[in-house]
């Protein structure tokens, strides 16, 4: 993935775009995207910001069915499972284009930051596999994602502390994070741990 970002003073906004790539199944399905976001901010007092965005995601799945194993169901991303015991030599491989959007907003104030959002609303085709006879491809879920945290820096400005809940439904998948990250002059750590019994670690450089 590699994404970039810039705020524009004359649109009081800011601007993203991402290329995405991924691939599944030792090479059985791909899914190549391209994501231009749009965020404006609207101030709502000394303390108090409000960044809106919208996302619109152009892409393509495609597949090669001579590489996948009858038996290879696999997770195209946690919470949603494709199931493709059907695909073999013998079944019909697509490359579909799709198109989709998602919609979020953050809120930041002097004392804490909060943010929902909602990805894949148009629920693209997820599948490039197709029985005989079938009528449509398996589409994908909606992502819906929560956050509320906050930062604290020292007085020297030399630390900082980022503890932050976050909730995430895809799918089958529903989790509740709990973390922190901290930072010690350029050095940076963090970790979060899930309801699920997953947990993440970090490190780097700022």
């Known amino acids: 993935q590699f994404s970039f970002d810039n705020y524009v003073h004359q649109v009081r906004g800011g601007f993203g775009i991402s290329l995405n790539s991924a691939t599944y199944g030792n090479g059985a399905f791909g899914d190549y995207s391209l994501d231009m976001t749009y965020s404006p901010k609207i101030s709502l007092g000394p303390n108090a910001v409000l960044e809106p965005g919208i996302k619109v995601s152009l892409g393509v799945l495609t597949g090669n069915s001579e590489k996948m194993n009858e038996t290879g169901d696999f997770e195209l991303d946690r919470g949603m499972l494709l199931q493709s015991s059907f695909a073999s ?3 019909q491989t697509d490359k579909l284009w799709y198109k989709d959007y998602g919609v979020g907003f953050v809120l930041n104030t002097k004392w804490f930051y909060a943010g929902l959002s909602a990805d894949n609303l148009g629920r693209h085709f997820a599948n490039v596999y197709r029985e005989e ?3 449509e491809p398996v589409r ?3 992502l ?3 956050i509320i945290g906050a930062d ?3 007085s020297n400005k030399n630390m900082s502390a980022s503890p932050f809940i ?3 439904h895809f799918g089958e998948s529903k989790e509740i994070w709990a973390g922190a990250n901290f930072r010690i002059n350029h050095f940076t750590i963090g970790g979060s741990y899930s309801t699920n019994n997953d947990f ?3 490190m780097g450089m700022k």
Do not use: L
């Open 89 to 91: 030599a013998n079944n």
């Open 133 to 135: 006879g079938s009528t």
């Open 140 to 142: 994908t879920a909606v």
């Open 144 to 146: 819906y994602s929560a």
């Open 152 to 154: 604290y820096e020292s």
């Open 166 to 168: 976050a909730a995430r």
């Open 200 to 202: 993440t670690a970090a």
